[in-house]
């Protein structure tokens, strides 16, 4: 595709993007998308990283990108102009230099402008000053980058010899694991101790009409004769008011939103994970609703305070306002220069979908609670007690708690953090009071909660692990590693991920401990800023790390993990079993193995060993073909896995879940439903050879606007084309810019 002369090429990272963009910057601009990165470092880790020199990156198009370049390098060819306008951050200032490389732009000719809002006047003023790629914070991203792969190559080619194979280890996700596993043993050790909650439900002596008031006893007893006690001796008391106190206590409204701060309240009060909340407000951002999303700023420009103001004064009153500006708490500060906030503070409502508007909804209040004035709360304390002394002692003080706002103040704006007031009717000191009832119930102290990502993310914030970029992969990462599960809200470590973290933290505490790792981080950081060298760094650290990696090769493999249960016996020979780690967790298997192959589950269910088919494997020819237990029940495999991953396909099954569908990739097989670790999909018959594969049954009928095969609609989801980046994938969509047109 070529432009005519005298149009300036401007290229930005998303579609989405782009054409928010081109409405704002007319005909004398042609916007265009690089789709993301359009290089990176190949699989291959010794192609990819030289280290003897200067641990130069070697970078390659991967062959899906390959088009959009060609694209670009032909408009770029026939542009009087070529501008570089990706994400405002060091990503995005890397993934500028990488154009400019795979478009051989020359530097004096590169010109790069950031946007920190997708808006006209933030577009078009950011145009009038462009700048060249910034090279130290390219670099610092390209170090980041670098080390990662390092790293992570390093351990997990340790952690496959001697733990298991396909297991990974990383720079960030290891001392993140290490921390949940951390609090998962300070559970395990935990011992809890009883202890009695004693309440007592008590009226107004005067005024027979009044409500009960749920009184609590101070002290909680560690002994049931001691709570039993107290329940008698208040049984036979009379009951009065014996102090009251009343204090007034202000709350400030807390700063606008940063990366962190950010995914963790869309965690706690909309249930959205740390990827999907960045992945909403991306398409905010994209939208042109927001300001940009990665942050750790809590600064709001004049232009911006004075916006807030207005809607303040406007929707609350005047009594309302008061503009703040607060402290960035984090020392290394970088990425976009404000916190998160609306781009036009005067609309409360934003969002192409209701998860868009919730987060947008979040936002905007939290924005304008921000700049609004404290709230006021009345707390109050009444403490009550028995008269006269019991003939066995006293009993304890029995106080009720209670709360209300006198002055609403910035939680007019945000009434999700109001919380219930606790009203408190009007007393006196020295009030009787009539016991209505008094009861003592038993309860156990409770171990230190696990994380939830909210609480992770504020804890690696905390301890300066990780940057606003990367705390949402470092979640995915753990759970596609299947090293931790959710449930619920909750973070909970899987044997794997126990097994994986032990093994580090033996062999390498120095590398996953919270002092090197963020001391790693403020290293990159000056590079950025230009105070520290791309190779020195990378030198300093990579050359003692490799050489300690090395040292490890030979230890002992990590097999065992320790004796099982006493009287669990190898169900094929009866002796005694081990623990051992498998591909789904523990499991126990006999001590004698390999001659015995006898199994159990962790829980003492036996598991039926492998059977000899009497075939050898027709891929590799050395192994025997083995009939195994897997996830989704038995197969045949390979003996010699995983050196050799040959899988023996079931005809019947096969036949049973073939749709006859030709793949429209190879020609040569056809579409055929399995099942993955995400569930079902279809894929092509030929695989491996062909990797094609699809979300939903095929219906056989092909795209008429890309030709790719057509899926069969759910209740809710129509029929619609499988190819992602076609407009039929999303119909909905489709037919609304038909609509429009």
Request: net charge positive; glycine share 6%.
């Amino acid at each position: 595709m070529h432009t005519k002369e005298g149009k300036k090429l401007l290229i930005v990272e998303s579609p989405s993007k782009a054409k928010t963009i081109s409405k704002y910057v007319g005909d004398a601009y042609v916007v265009r998308a690089s789709v993301g990165h359009i290089r990176d470092l190949p699989k291959n880790n010794k192609k990819a990283i030289d280290i003897e020199r200067d641990f130069t990156p070697h970078y390659e198009i991967p062959k899906e990108k390959q088009k959009i370049v060609d694209e670009l390098a032909s408009i770029a060819e026939t542009s009087d102009e070529i501008i570089l306008a990706t994400d405002p951050d060091r990503e995005g200032e890397a993934i500028a230099w990488h154009i400019s490389e795979a478009l051989d732009i020359p530097k004096k000719e590169t010109n790069r402008v950031v946007f920190h809002e997708i808006t006209q006047n933030a577009v078009l003023e950011a145009l009038k000053h462009p700048r060249k790629i910034d090279q130290n914070l390219r670099k610092a991203q390209e170090a980041r980058r670098v080390l990662d792969r390092l790293v992570g190559y390093d351990l997990s080619g340790l952690i496959w010899k001697k733990v298991r194979y396909g297991l990974s280890a990383g720079r960030v996700q290891s001392p993140a694991l290490r921390i949940i596993m951390e609090r998962e043993r300070e559970i395990r050790a935990f011992v809890p101790e009883a202890y009695w909650t004693i309440t007592a439900k008590l009226s107004d002596e005067a005024d027979k009409k009044s409500s009960e008031l749920l009184f609590t006893c101070v002290d909680e007893p560690k002994t049931e004769t001691e709570a039993m006690r107290i329940v008698a001796n208040g049984k036979k008391g009379s009951w009065q008011i014996i102090e009251i106190k009343e204090s007034e206590m202000k709350r400030s409204p807390k700063a606008p939103f940063t990366t962190s701060t950010l995914q963790q309240a869309a965690s706690s009060r909309l249930g959205f994970s740390p990827s999907r909340t960045m992945g909403i407000a991306q398409k905010l951002y994209e939208a042109g609703h927001i300001t940009y999303m990665r942050t750790d700023s809590t600064t709001l420009s004049k232009e911006a305070e004075g916006a807030i103001v207005k809607v303040i004064n406007s929707q609350y009153g005047n009594k309302y306002a008061m503009p703040r500006q607060y402290q960035t708490k984090s020392k290394n500060a970088q990425e976009a220069h404000e916190a998160i906030r609306p781009t036009n503070m005067s609309r409360a409502s934003l969002g192409a979908t209701p998860e868009q508007k919730n987060l947008y909804d979040l936002i905007w209040r939290r924005t304008i609670a921000s700049q609004m004035t404290d709230a006021i709360l009345m707390k109050t304390r009444i403490t009550a007690n028995i008269i006269a002394k019991s003939p066995d002692g006293t009993i304890p003080d029995f106080t009720l708690n209670g709360s209300r706002v006198l002055y609403d103040g910035w939680l007019l704006a945000d009434h999700a953090a109001r919380g219930e007031d606790v009203l408190v009717p009007e007393m006196n000191p020295g009030s009787s009071l009539a016991l209505q009832e008094i009861d003592a119930e038993r309860k156990e102290t409770a171990p230190p909660s696990r994380y939830t990502e909210a609480g992770l993310v504020k804890e690696l914030e905390k301890r300066g692990i990780g940057r606003p970029s990367t705390y949402a992969s470092i979640m995915k990462t753990l759970a596609d590693r299947g090293y931790v599960t959710k449930e619920g809200r909750t973070l909970f470590p899987t044997d794997t991920g126990d097994v994986v973290s032990t093994f580090l933290e033996t062999q390498f505490p120095t590398y996953i401990s919270d002092s090197f790792t963020a001391e790693m981080e403020e290293e990159l950081d000056d590079i950025a800023e230009g105070k520290r060298e791309y190779a020195k760094t990378l030198s300093d650290f990579y050359k003692p790390f490799h050489k300690d990696v090395r040292s490890k090769e030979n230890i002992e493999k990590l097999t065992t993990l320790g004796d099982a249960p006493r009287g669990v016996l190898c169900p094929v020979c009866g002796s005694t079993m081990v623990i051992k780690l498998g591909k789904n967790g523990k499991f126990l298997s006999c001590s004698r193995f390999p001659d015995c192959a006898g199994a159990r589950t962790i829980d003492g269910k036996e598991i039926e060993p492998p059977k000899d088919i009497g075939e050898h494997c027709p891929k590799c020819k050395e192994g025997k073909l083995m009939e195994r237990e897997g996830r989704f029940g038995r197969f045949i495999a390979c003996s010699r896995y995983p050196k050799c991953k040959y899988v023996k396909k079931d005809a019947a099954t096969e036949a049973k879940n073939n749709t006859g569908v030709p793949c429209p990739v190879c020609g040569k097989g056809t579409m055929v439903e399995r099942r993955g670790r995400f569930g079902i999909f279809f894929s092509c018959s030929n695989y491996p050879e062909c990797k094609h594969a699809i979300k939903a049954r095929p219906t056989g009928d092909h795209c008429k606007l890309c030709g790719a095969l057509m899926m069969e609609g759910t209740k809710t989801i129509p029929v619609r084309c499988s190819n992602k980046a076609c407009k039929n994938h999303n119909p909905h969509k489709l037919e609304k810019e038909k609509e429009k047109k």
